[in-house]
């Protein structure tokens, strides 16, 4: 039963991979794994929001973290290729937060 669930698992990332659904599903673990790759205080002011090809829209609270994280981006980027099923970036653009509206 082993090699019959081996086998499975290879037509099901096969599937995936020729079907185009395993980028998206790269990018959701990215997403939902952000503070497990980064930590909690960066999560906390930071946000991923977009995958564009080799790069990671990240959406970041102010000015001044975005120059830290834009300092950091080697190490952001480390820990993203160290995480098997990740989509590949190659690079972070940070975006400013959007400023949610307030109904009164």
Do not use: H
Not at 26 to 40: M, N, P
Not at 47 to 53: A, N
Request: charged fraction near 30%.
């Amino acid at each position: 039963m082993s090699d019959r669930t081996r086998k499975l698992g290879d037509v099901m990332t096969a599937w995936l991979s020729s079907s185009g659904l395993e980028k998206g599903l790269g990018k959701g673990r990215l997403l939902q794994e952000w503070e497990s790759l980064v930590g909690v205080n960066i999560s906390a002011v930071s946000r991923p929001v977009d995958v564009r090809g080799e790069t990671l829209l990240l959406e970041v609270e102010d000015p001044a973290w975005r120059s830290e994280l834009s300092m950091m981006q080697e190490r952001l980027l480390s820990a993203i290729a160290g995480r098997p099923g990740l989509p590949r970036i190659r690079q972070i653009r940070f975006v400013a937060k959007r400023s949610e509206g307030k109904s009164e």
